[in-house]
C-alpha cells in the first residue's frame, strides 16, 4: 500500500462514505487536531513514570482519539455504515472519573492555579491538555453546523482534565510539585 494518493494534491480530501471537501473545512479542523493531540499523547507516553500508572490509560487513550477521530470524519447520514465497522471509545467516562480522583490524590491538594511545566512528563501532559483543549473547540464549532455524536465532546472535556491530573501526579511523584501562578511577583 502505498502512501501517497495524489488525490489530495488540489486541496480537497474524501471523508468516510466517499464526499470530497476542502482540506480547511471545519471537519478537518476537528478531527484534524484529534490528530496532534494523538502526536503529543505519544510524547507524554516517551516521559511518564511507571508510579503514575498511566502508560496502559495512554495507549488505550491514543486508540479512542483514532475511534473519535473516525466519527468526526463521517458525514452524519454515514454514521450507521461506520458503526459496523468500528467499536466506540473504549474508556468510559465513569472509568476516567475515577482515574482523574486517583490521579489527584497522588498530588497535594491545590492552593493556586499552576503554571504549565515541572518535570518533562508534566510539562508534556499540560501541552497535551492544552491541544485537547483546541480540539474540543474545534468539535463545539463543527457541532454549530453538522450533527456530532455528543460523547466526542464529553470525553474530550473529561480527557483534559484527566491530563492535567496527570501532570498534577507526575510533578508531585518526581519530587517538584506544581509550578504555582503567583499574581504578584
Same mark, same amino acid.
Given at each position: 500500500?502505498?502512501?501517497?494518493?495524489?488525490?489530495?494534491?488540489?486541496?480537497?480530501?474524501?471523508? =468516510?462514505?466517499?464526499?470530497?471537501?476542502?482540506?480547511?473545512?471545519?471537519?478537518?479542523?476537528?478531527?484534524?487536531t484529534l490528530d496532534e493531540?494523538?502526536?503529543? /499523547?505519544?510524547?507524554?507516553?516517551? #516521559?511518564?513514570?511507571?508510579? %503514575? +500508572?498511566?502508560?496502559?490509560?495512554?495507549?488505550? /487513550?491514543?486508540?479512542?482519539? =483514532? @475511534? $473519535? +477521530?473516525?466519527?468526526?470524519?463521517?458525514?452524519?447520514?454515514?454514521?450507521?455504515? $461506520? %458503526?459496523?465497522?468500528?467499536?466506540?471509545?473504549?474508556?468510559? /467516562?465513569?472509568?476516567?472519573?475515577?482515574?482523574?480522583?486517583?490521579?489527584?490524590?497522588?498530588?497535594?491538594?491545590?492552593?493556586? =492555579?499552576?503554571?504549565?511545566?515541572?518535570?518533562?512528563?508534566?510539562?508534556? @501532559? #499540560?501541552?497535551?491538555?492544552?491541544?485537547?483543549?483546541?480540539?474540543?473547540?474545534?468539535?463545539?464549532?463543527? @457541532?454549530?453546523?453538522?450533527?456530532?455524536?455528543?460523547?466526542?465532546? /464529553?470525553?474530550?472535556?473529561?480527557?483534559?482534565?484527566?491530563? =492535567?491530573? $496527570? @501532570?498534577?501526579?507526575?510533578?508531585?511523584?518526581?519530587?517538584?510539585?506544581?509550578?504555582?501562578?503567583?499574581?504578584?511577583?
Amino acid at each position: 500500500m502505498k502512501i501517497y494518493t495524489r488525490t489530495g494534491d488540489q486541496g480537497a480530501t474524501g471523508l =468516510f462514505g466517499g464526499q470530497r471537501v476542502s482540506k480547511d473545512h471545519v471537519r478537518l479542523e476537528a478531527y484534524g487536531t484529534l490528530d496532534e493531540l494523538n502526536s503529543v /499523547i505519544g510524547l507524554v507516553r516517551l #516521559h511518564v513514570s511507571e508510579a %503514575s +500508572g498511566a502508560a496502559s490509560s495512554l495507549v488505550q /487513550i491514543q486508540n479512542d482519539l =483514532f @475511534a $473519535l +477521530g473516525a466519527f468526526l470524519a463521517t458525514p452524519a447520514d454515514q454514521l450507521h455504515r $461506520l %458503526s459496523q465497522k468500528m467499536t466506540r471509545p473504549t474508556w468510559a /467516562i465513569a472509568e476516567m472519573e475515577a482515574d482523574i480522583d486517583r490521579l489527584t490524590a497522588l498530588a497535594p491538594p491545590m492552593r493556586n =492555579f499552576v503554571l504549565p511545566g515541572g518535570q518533562p512528563a508534566s510539562a508534556h @501532559a #499540560h501541552w497535551a491538555r492544552t491541544v485537547c483543549r483546541r480540539a474540543e473547540r474545534r468539535v463545539v464549532t463543527l @457541532a454549530e453546523s453538522e450533527q456530532v455524536p455528543a460523547e466526542v465532546l /464529553i470525553y474530550l472535556n473529561r480527557l483534559s482534565d484527566w491530563l =492535567f491530573a $496527570l @501532570a498534577r501526579a507526575e510533578n508531585a511523584l518526581s519530587g517538584a510539585g506544581d509550578v504555582e501562578w503567583l499574581a504578584k511577583a
